[in-house]
C-alpha cells in the first residue's frame, strides 16, 4: 500500500474507500487468556484513564479552593483538563470504534484551546507586576533580533505570536467540523491517504498547523525566559509541550504505519484494534505520567496562603465559561482580517498600506477607526485576557 495510493475505482470511475463495510471488532482469537485484545484495550484504557482523572481533578480542586490568583489558577484550570479529555475521548474511541473518527478530530481542539491557555497564563506571568497590562510590557519590550529580518517593534511581535498560536485552536476547529462532515458523506475514509479522499488533507492541515503553533510558543517562551524565571516556566512549558509533541509524533508514525501495511490486522488483531485501538491505547498510558508530572508543574502550592480566596465556584464557573477562549480567537481573526486587508491595499498601488501598516503596529484587540486619517490615539486599547471571562469589559484601556 502506498503511502498517497490504496483506493479502488466504482463501476461509474469515482474513487471508493477500500474498507467502508463496518470494522470487525473482534479478532478471531483471543490476545490473553480468552480475553480478545478489544476487551483488554478497554480494561487497561479504562484503568489509566481513571487514575488520569483522579490525578488531575485532585490538582483542580485543590486550585479551585485555593483561589488566591483567579485570573492565572483559571488559566491552569484549562490546561489540565486537557489530559482527562485527552483520556476520556481515548478511552471512548477505543470502546466504540465505529464513531472514533467523529471522535478523534475532537481531541485537536482541546489541544489547540489548552496551547491557547498555556500562552494567556505567560501573559498573566509577564503583567503580574504591570498595571499597563500585556500592552504596556510589550510597548517597552525589545524583541529578538534575527539576522537578514526586519526589526519589529515588541507590541508587533507580540502579535505576529498570537496569530500564529491561536490559529490552530481556530483550525482544529473547522478540521474537526470537515472532518464530522465528510465521514457523513463517505469521502473521508480513515483507511485511505489517497488524495480522492478528506482523510490526508484534513491530516496534513491538522500536522502543519500544529507545527506552527508549537514553533510560535517556543519563541515567545525563548525571547521572554528571563522575564517568566520566578514562575517555574520550564517545567510548565515541559509538561505541555510533551503532550503536544508526542501527539504530533505520533499522528505521523501511525499515518505511515497504516499507509504501509506495517500494522495490519492479525489473527489476535481486529482492523479495529490495529486502526483505532493501539493509537488509543497508547495515548490512554502516556497520559499517566503526565498526570503525575502536572501537580509538580502546575502546583496549587503557591497559591496557598495567599488570602483572601475568592469562591471555588467562581473557578468552576470560569472554568466552562467561553468567553475567553471566543475573545482570543476573535481577536487572531481580526488580525488575519487586517494583514489580509492591508496586503490586497498594497497590491493596488500601495493605497492605503500606511493606514494598515500602523494598525499592525497596535495592540491585539484594540478597536480600529476606519480606513483613513489617522488621528493620534488618546485613549489606545489592548485586548486583557485577564478580563475576557466577562463579556462585559473585555477591553481595558490605560493612558499613555
Avoid at 484504557?45 to 481513571?50: I, K, L, M, T
Avoid at 458523506?185 to 482523510?199: G, I, K, T
Avoid at 502543519?208 to 517562551?221: E, H, K, N, Q
Wanted: net charge neutral; charged share 15%.
Amino acid at each position: 500500500m502506498a503511502i498517497f495510493g490504496d483506493s479502488t475505482e466504482g463501476e461509474d470511475g469515482k474513487h471508493v474507500c477500500p474498507s467502508s463495510a463496518a470494522y470487525n471488532i473482534e479478532a478471531p482469537e483471543p490476545f490473553i487468556g480468552s480475553l480478545s485484545f478489544h476487551h483488554f484495550n478497554m480494561i487497561l484504557s479504562g484503568a489509566c484513564v481513571g487514575l488520569v482523572c483522579l490525578i488531575i481533578f485532585t490538582l483542580m480542586f485543590r486550585h479551585a479552593t485555593h483561589l488566591s490568583k483567579p485570573r492565572e489558577q483559571i488559566k491552569i484550570m484549562k490546561i489540565c483538563l486537557l489530559l482527562p479529555l485527552y483520556s476520556i475521548t481515548s478511552l471512548l474511541a477505543i470502546c466504540f470504534p465505529t464513531a472514533a473518527v467523529s471522535l478523534t478530530p475532537w481531541m485537536e481542539v482541546y489541544q489547540g484551546l489548552a496551547l491557547g491557555s498555556f500562552f494567556l497564563l505567560l501573559c498573566e506571568f509577564l503583567t503580574r507586576e504591570n498595571e499597563d497590562g500585556v500592552g504596556g510590557f510589550f510597548e517597552s519590550f525589545d524583541p529578538p533580533k534575527k539576522r537578514g529580518k526586519e526589526v519589529v517593534t515588541g507590541v508587533e511581535w507580540f502579535g505576529k505570536q498570537w496569530l500564529a498560536i491561536w490559529q490552530y485552536p481556530i483550525i482544529a476547529l473547522g478540521a474537526a467540523i470537515a472532518t464530522d462532515i465528510t465521514e457523513a458523506l463517505d469521502v473521508y475514509c480513515l483507511e485511505s491517504n489517497n488524495v480522492h479522499f478528506a482523510h490526508i488533507w484534513l491530516t496534513v492541515i491538522a500536522i502543519v498547523s500544529v507545527a506552527f503553533a508549537v514553533t510560535s510558543i517556543l519563541i515567545f517562551y525563548k525571547g521572554l525566559k528571563s522575564h517568566l524565571q520566578a514562575h517555574k516556566p520550564l517545567s510548565k512549558l515541559l509538561a505541555f509541550k510533551l503532550i503536544v509533541g508526542l501527539a504530533f509524533i505520533e499522528k505521523i508514525v501511525f499515518t505511515i504505519l497504516h499507509s504501509t501495511s506495517t500494522l495490519h490486522p492479525t489473527a489476535t488483531l481486529s482492523q479495529a484494534d490495529t486502526d483505532v485501538g493501539i493509537p488509543h491505547l497508547v495515548i490512554c498510558i502516556q497520559m499517566v505520567p503526565f498526570a503525575l508530572f502536572f501537580p509538580y508543574a502546575y502546583s496549587a502550592t503557591p497559591y496557598v496562603g495567599l488570602t483572601p480566596y475568592e469562591s471555588s465556584t467562581t473557578a468552576w464557573i470560569g472554568l466552562v465559561n467561553p468567553m475567553e477562549i471566543l475573545r482570543a480567537m476573535g481577536v487572531a481573526l481580526g488580525m488575519a482580517a487586517r494583514r489580509g486587508g492591508r496586503k490586497r491595499a498594497s497590491k493596488r498601488g500601495g493605497r492605503g498600506s500606511n493606514v494598515y501598516d500602523r494598525l499592525e503596529t497596535a495592540h491585539p484587540g484594540m478597536e480600529y477607526p476606519p480606513p483613513g486619517p489617522m488621528p493620534p490615539p488618546l485613549h489606545p486599547f489592548q485586548y486583557d485576557p485577564g478580563h475576557a471571562n466577562s463579556p462585559a469589559a473585555p477591553l481595558v484601556g490605560h493612558g499613555r
